[in-house]
């Protein structure tokens, strides 16, 4: 992808952040922009770094694995659905999990973790919508996976993530985005061990400007950067 081209859409991306951010009242420094780069090379993904891209996202190992070693200067995220038996290759090389959706794969990371003697940062994925074919925790049962966390004392849980359902028409994702923030801030009342409910990970390319302004701050886009 021609560098020029990449610096536009950048720079338009993060102009509809920030008008998006403005409508729920925040700034477009409080919403971070993670990258998905699963579709691009990695010397296209060292060009969007070098245009000030920090945070990548990525939906397969293996792929994780290669970028994550070819460019260390940046902050990697995993943010696909994530095999217990894979563990060992994403602990250590990510910033954050975005797709803890099961107690035994928390479980792994811990286990793994401990075994490094770190901790891993994670975000529980909820099934907002409800869509068989996708991952996550049902909404109910969010508040006693968090309740149970505090034995796992190598994994941190900082937030939730969900994936609306896709539609030609993004305002109807409203209502998915709404859910999630209002569980966020029934549970972030609470205290529960190695808890803290800082993020919101929600929007991707079709619907991320519904998710900020309904409390996102952190959004997932790749083809509206990377087109």
């Known amino acids: 992808m021609e560098r020029e081209k990449l610096q536009q859409n950048i720079k338009h991306l ?29 010397q296209t993904a060292a060009i969007a770094a070098d245009l000030g891209i920090k945070d990548f996202g990525e939906n397969r190992v293996q792929e994780l694995k290669v970028k994550a070693d070819a460019l260390p200067g940046v902050r990697w995220h995993m943010i696909g659905r994530l095999q217990t038996n894979k563990v ?16 035994r794969l928390a479980e792994a990371l811990n286990k793994r973790a401990a075994f490094a003697g770190i901790e891993v940062p994670a975000l529980l994925q909820v099934n907002i919508a409800g ?12 508040k006693s996976f968090l309740e149970s ?29 709404r859910q999630l923030w209002e569980l966020r801030e029934t549970l972030r009342i609470r205290d529960y061990a190695n808890v803290e409910l800082r993020y919101l990970s929600m929007g991707m390319s079709n619907d991320f400007e519904i998710a900020i ?13 990377f087109k």
């Open 14 to 42: 993060s102009q509809r952040i920030e008008k998006a951010a403005k409508k729920s009242g925040r700034s477009r420094e409080d919403i971070a922009l993670i990258a998905v780069s699963k579709n691009i090379d990695v």
């Open 213 to 225: 302004e309904e409390g996102a701050n952190l959004v997932r886009v790749g083809t509206a950067l």
């Open 149 to 177: 966390v505090g034995q796992l004392e190598n994994l941190r849980i900082y937030g939730l993530m969900t994936i609306a359902p896709y539609t030609e028409v993004p305002e109807e994702t409203r209502p998915v985005f």
């Open 88 to 103: 060992k290759d994403v602990v250590g090389r990510t910033v954050l999990i975005h797709s803890l959706d099961r107690w």
């Open 131 to 142: 869509e068989e074919q996708k991952a996550g925790l049902d909404p109910a049962d969010v």
